[in-house]
């Protein structure tokens, strides 16, 4: 069974940093593509970044070079590390992956920016 983690969101400033973390298990992970997911209050959930299992990243335009996706395989680990964050940032993060025809999501992280 694939289970996703995450960690790392919290309350932060605007201009602040985090780095959220997800662990995986259950599945090959340095095989997969893998995304960060985020999703604001009354907003549709949208795809942030993504990376590949050879390290091709793609992120949404609103977080180009402020955001960078990496992976640690040793670790079945993505991060998600978020710099220069706004207000608009403010969301539940989740992690995924797809195995298969089969989607996995994480239980989510909350990421709030306020002064």
């Known amino acids: 069974q694939v289970q996703l983690v995450e960690s790392g969101g919290g309350l932060v400033t605007p201009g602040g940093s985090l780095r959220l973390s997800c662990t995986s298990s259950?599945?090959?992970?340095?095989?997969?593509?893998m995304d960060w997911y985020r999703q604001a209050p009354g907003m549709e959930r949208e795809l942030v970044a993504t990376?590949?299992?050879?390290?091709?990243?793609n992120y949404v335009d609103s977080v180009q070079g402020r955001f960078t996706i990496s992976r640690d395989n040793a670790r079945n680990t993505v991060y998600l590390q978020m710099n220069s964050l706004k207000p608009e940032d403010t969301a539940i993060y989740y992690c995924?992956?797809?195995?298969?025809?089969?989607?996995?999501w994480g239980q989510g992280t909350q990421v709030t920016v306020s002064s």
């Open positions: 259950g599945t090959i992970f340095s095989i997969r593509t």
């Open positions: 995924h992956v797809r195995v298969s025809f089969n989607h996995y």
């Open positions: 990376i590949t299992s050879g390290g091709s990243t």
